[in-house]
């Protein structure tokens, strides 16, 4: 199911599913549910951390962390559902700067990640990024480089 179905739906009550991909599959983060879709400008999922992923048992075993990769990973799946339901195609992270890590992401936790769109084409885009619990910061990402996979390459002379 593409969110373009997703939102041609006829009903829709405000909450939109986020199929899991491969990473989260695997065990990693995935969003729960999209609270917010401003298309061409913003969207907020929750996600929420159960104490059953898989990579708790590795990292670490008597303090648990959710590592900073799958949090990047969380916002680029946001990301990405946006970009889609705005220009169309799938959307691929390709680098991130700016980035600052305030806080640990322990089992239980619940997540509220937001996206914003800074500048965006039919082949690129910049947007910005956070993750909070209640109030506290968790991840800000100043600019987050996406690419859609979907786009014609450009020519080149």
Same mark, same amino acid.
């Given at each position: 199911?593409?969110?373009?179905?997703?939102?041609?739906?006829?009903?829709?009550?405000?909450?939109?599913?986020?199929?899991?991909?491969?990473?989260?599959?695997?065990?990693? #983060?995935?969003?729960?549910?999209?609270?917010?879709? !401003?298309?061409?400008?913003?969207?907020?999922? #929750?996600?929420?951390?159960?104490?059953?992923?898989? *990579?708790?048992?590795? !990292?670490?075993?008597?303090?648990?962390?959710?590592?900073? *990769?799958?949090? =990047?990973?969380?916002?680029?799946? =946001?990301?990405?559902?946006?970009?889609?339901?705005?220009?169309?195609? $799938?959307?691929?992270?390709?680098?991130?700067?700016?980035? $600052?890590?305030? !806080?640990?992401?322990?089992?239980?936790? $619940? =997540?509220?990640?937001?996206?914003?769109?800074?500048? !965006?084409?039919?082949?690129?885009?910049? =947007?910005?990024?956070?993750?909070?619990?209640?109030?506290?910061? *968790?991840?800000?990402?100043?600019?987050?480089?996406? *690419?859609?996979?979907?786009?014609?390459?450009?020519?080149?002379?």
């Amino acid at each position: 199911m593409t969110i373009d179905s997703m939102l041609s739906a006829p009903r829709w009550d405000g909450e939109l599913r986020v199929p899991p991909d491969e990473l989260a599959r695997a065990g990693g #983060l995935c969003l729960d549910r999209i609270v917010e879709l !401003h298309v061409g400008a913003r969207a907020v999922a #929750l996600a929420n951390v159960p104490n059953t992923l898989a *990579v708790f048992d590795t !990292h670490f075993q008597r303090f648990p962390v959710l590592p900073g *990769v799958l949090l =990047l990973h969380g916002i680029s799946n =946001l990301a990405d559902t946006l970009l889609a339901a705005t220009v169309g195609g $799938q959307w691929q992270l390709t680098g991130v700067r700016r980035v $600052q890590f305030r !806080h640990y992401v322990r089992p239980g936790d $619940q =997540l509220r990640l937001a996206v914003d769109i800074r500048e !965006h084409d039919r082949a690129h885009a910049v =947007l910005s990024g956070r993750i909070t619990i209640g109030d506290t910061v *968790v991840v800000l990402a100043r600019e987050l480089a996406m *690419v859609n996979n979907s786009a014609p390459p450009k020519e080149v002379p």
